[in-house]
């Protein structure tokens, strides 16, 4: 029975996420081990200013999707109407 548990939970996350594994946070825990991650604020902005890393390395892994918005263009419009 625990092995059928298991399955399950991986079925659940290919149908939902689109991955066979046991959990979706594969980006976000990626995103704790990066280098970047492990810099100070100062250290970010002293690569920054060097253009050895990109503006958007200020954002914290996990913040919110607003913090985000100032470093990504918006979707433009395609034309293709979603269904509602």
Same mark, same amino acid.
């Given at each position: 029975m625990p092995l059928l548990s298991v399955l399950a939970l991986y079925i659940k996350n290919l149908l939902v996420f689109g991955m066979f594994g046991a959990s979706s946070w594969l980006g976000f825990n990626y995103g704790q081990l990066s280098t970047v991650h492990q #810099?100070?604020?100062?250290?970010?902005? &002293? #690569?920054i200013e060097a253009g050895r890393l990109e503006p958007i390395a200020r &954002? !914290? %892994?996990?913040?919110? %999707? !607003?913090? /985000? #918005?100032? /470093?990504i263009e918006p979707i433009r419009p395609t034309g293709i109407p979603v269904p509602g």
């Open positions: #810099l100070t604020m100062d250290e970010r902005n &002293v #690569l &954002v !914290e %892994a996990g913040g919110f %999707a !607003e913090t /985000y #918005l100032p /470093y």
